[in-house]
């Protein structure tokens, strides 16, 4: 008989997987080029060159049925008295019934069913609050969300759990193996075996619609699952759901699995007791996620009050004949350890995606229903809470795009400094007007809380002493939803594609020649071209900028607009014939003159002021240069000379400086505080500082006493915004 004849091969693959090698080896015998190569392999190749046995040999025979045990013969009852009329009993006729053969999936099923009965299991059952897994991913999916890194489901969680409790109780991850498989002992007797593995390998059983709308599972393996932190199992998990959905599966992936995870709650049944294969130890079930069935009719808000969660409930189905019911519960118990926070499991999930934030933690709910001064205190609690996160939610937003320190959560923005426990999140208490609102959860003032003052911007505005003014900032920042349209996207990213392109393009050409770039802070380019754009739709005809060195040949360019070839012309040496001091730094000191034309495509004249220093003596000159323009603008509005000044100050002063500088040197703390003076007012100035956080010899703990270099312009009321620069948008 030749290979083609033969049954279709399944080495190590093997359970609920046969039904697919079925298919593929029969599409292979029908025609070898219609599988994918790796299965060519698999199968012996293109043309099988001899009879015998394909690669990985037959599928082994289904084991026999044991033989019944003997019994003891009963009693004989007197033989009853024959008459000629009584005849002998017939035997009844044997049952033949007439239906489908089984064929395919559900002959392999059928098989995998009847070889399951040999293994002698049990089966733990065990609930576990689910509160905790939904916020914690609530948090992390938002996060991922708004960096467009994809969804953590609550099954990526609990797999990741039940990972972390095979390595706590590895003897669930044992195998028994039979006699008929074992290696004979030293006494020459063959029996069976315990089989230690030393790697986990997490079967994941996906559902699968076949092309005849019926359904099937397949098993596929996370292979090597203890050696990963939660961001690789994460990936690996959803790169096989991806090979399954888009047929790109292949034999490695369906071996090796030690422990299978199985997930029927997806379908909305609260526990299972699934079948175990041979081979394996132990199969886990995850039911769905919900209320317990008596409170199905009950209302959420009184569920709040009392404290309920969400439960789901896990299974354990393991092999009794090497795993015994308390190594079971304690399995389970080690997997709900792990849900409800224990061991770091949350913070080490966070760090590994890199979600900036502090992990919510369990805690026992305080919440005595007859007792009104409680509701009391828990509202103040509240709006104290909601104070701190406009004074200090910058504390914990995320603007460190380094990840220098670990995230850590101030005492004054965290619910349990006041009372607040995870169960007062789903309780509903009084705004005062947030967002427009008057009753929200404190889920939800925190999330606008955290949304206006905890993302990727950090505001600090009460400083100021103008009611009014705190009030319009509260406005524009709380509840407010910001999207960036496609066509504002490509924008932004045309802005940092021409900042990164000239400084390669520089360090490229002209290796090793001085020029201050902008790696790190191309995202000063875009703060610039969207100030300038807002400035020219508001009315505003002129800017005036001042810098430093650190980035002043991009501003030049992709900003003030200075030709390429100019630029160009100084790195290479060819200056003026007049000039009498040769090159030296004059690149790096000079100013130019342009226009500039955003997204709106309304143009503003852009005046780059030359400056003589590194240093930030450019700052009060910018300042005056201004005021000096303000003053012939409104003199010639005044005498009918030009056109009406279309605002008040119709100049826009922008600084530029480094973080260190603006801390450190005095002349910005003397321009700031002449700043509010009339002689010397521009109507305000805006003030970029880019922090790179090196402060040109020293790091910023050792340059500075305040918490932000910024902290200087508290002096005159500014409202400061702390950006991070990986987000440009």
């Known amino acids: ?23 593929m080896f029969d599409s292979w015998k029908a025609d070898h080029s219609s599988v994918p190569e790796v299965w060519r392999d698999f199968f012996g190749g293109d043309v099988p060159s001899s009879p015998g046995p394909v690669r990985g040999g037959p599928r082994p025979p289904l084991p026999a049925a044991p033989s019944p045990a003997p019994t003891r013969p009963p009693k004989l009852a007197p033989p009853p008295v024959q008459t000629p009329a009584t005849a002998p009993p017939r035997a009844p006729a044997k049952r033949l019934v007439e239906g489908t053969p089984l064929r395919g999936v559900a002959l392999t099923v ?14 733990s059952v065990r609930p576990v609050p689910a509160k905790l897994l939904e916020r914690n991913r609530l948090i992390i999916n938002n996060y991922l969300r708004r960096h467009r890194e994809g969804k953590v489901s609550f099954t990526h969680l609990i797999g990741y759990a039940v990972v972390s409790a095979l390595k706590a109780v590895p003897v669930m991850n044992n195998e028994y193996v039979p006699a008929s498989e074992s290696a004979e002992g030293a006494d020459g007797v063959r029996g069976p075996l315990l089989n230690r593995r030393p790697h986990i390998g997490l079967g994941l059983a996906v559902d699968t619609a076949r092309p005849d709308g019926t359904r099937t599972l397949m098993v596929v393996c996370i292979k090597g699952a203890e050696t990963l932190d939660f961001r690789g199992f994460w990936l690996a998990y959803e790169e096989l759901i991806r090979k399954v959905r888009t047929g790109k599966i292949t034999p490695d992936d369906f071996s090796g699995v030690t422990v299978t995870l199985t997930n029927p709650g997806t379908i909305g049944t609260g526990h299972s007791v699934p079948r175990l294969m041979p081979g394996q130890g132990c199969i886990v079930g995850v039911g769905k996620i919900d209320y317990p069935a008596a409170f199905k009719a009950a209302d959420e808000r009184a569920m709040a009050e009392l404290g309920l969660s969400k439960e789901v409930v896990l299974t354990s189905t393991y092999d009794h004949r090497i795993i015994q019911g308390a190594e079971s519960g304690q399995f389970l118990a080690t997997v709900e350890h792990y849900v409800m926070g224990e061991e770091r499991f949350y913070d080490q999930v966070f760090e590994s995606l890199g979600v900036p934030y502090v992990p919510v933690r369990w805690s026992r709910d305080v919440n005595p229903v007859d007792s009104e001064s409680s509701r009391v205190h828990k509202q103040i609690h509240v709006q104290n809470l909601v104070f701190n996160y406009r004074l200090r939610g910058h504390l914990i937003a995320d603007l460190d795009p380094l990840d220098l320190m670990a995230p850590q959560l101030h005492a004054e ?13 789903d309780r509903e208490f009084l705004t005062d007007g947030l967002a ?10 925190l999330g606008v809380l955290r949304d206006a003052y905890c993302r990727t911007v950090g505001v600090e505005y009460l400083h100021i002493q103008e009611p009014a003014e705190q009030r319009w900032m509260q406005e524009q920042v709380e509840g407010r939803s910001w999207t960036t349209s496609p066509e504002d996207q490509r924008h932004v990213l045309d802005r940092l594609n021409a900042a990164e392109a000239l400084e390669k393009f520089l360090d490229t050409k002209y290796r090793g020649a001085k020029r201050f770039g902008i790696e790190g802070a191309e995202s000063a380019i875009v703060v610039l071209d969207a100030v300038l754009d807002g400035a020219a739709a508001g009315g505003v005809t002129e800017a005036i ?14 900003i003030v607009g200075q030709p390429y070839g100019e630029l160009f012309d100084q790195f290479e040496g060819n200056l003026d014939p007049d000039t009498t001091q040769g090159s030296g730094d004059v690149k790096y000191h000079k100013g130019f003159h342009g226009t500039y034309t955003g997204l709106s495509g309304i143009p503003i004249d852009v005046n780059l002021a030359s400056n003589p220093s590194h240093l930030e003596a450019v700052d009060p000159v910018v300042v005056g240069m201004v005021r000096a323009r303000q003053d012939v603008l409104e003199d010639e509005a005044a005498a009918g ?28 703390a003397e321009t700031l505080n002449m700043s509010q003076l009339r002689g010397y007012s521009v109507g305000g100035t805006v003030h970029l500082v880019i922090n ?4 040109f010899t020293t790091a910023p703990d050792a340059a500075r006493s305040s ?3 910024t902290d200087v312009a508290k002096m005159v009321q500014a409202p400061i915004f702390h950006v991070n620069g990986d987000d440009p948008e």
């Not at 923005?413 to 999140?425: I, K, N, R, S, V």
């Not at 001042?546 to 360019?557: E, K």
Request: glycine share 12%; no cysteine; net charge negative.
């Open 641 to 668: 000379r030009g056109q009406p000044a279309s605002a008040r100050h119709p100049v826009l002063p922008v600084l530029i400086h480094g973080d260190a500088a603006f801390a450190g040197q005095g002349v910005v």
């Open 545 to 558: 900028l001042g810098m430093t060195h650190r980035g002043r040949l991009n501003v030049l360019v992709n």
């Open 413 to 425: 923005l965290d619910p349990a400094t006041y009372g607040l426990t995870l169960w007062d999140l």
């Open 707 to 709: 918490q932000y270099s």
């Open 436 to 445: 427009g609102t008057q009753r929200l959860t404190l889920g939800e003032i």
């Open 692 to 695: 790179n956080q090196l402060g």
């Open 1 to 23: 008989m030749s290979p083609e004849d033969g049954p279709a091969p399944t080495a190590s693959i093997s359970g609920p997987n046969d039904w697919f090698v079925d298919e």
């Open 110 to 123: 059928a098989r995998n069913m009847d070889a399951s009965l040999t293994v002698p299991t049990a089966t």
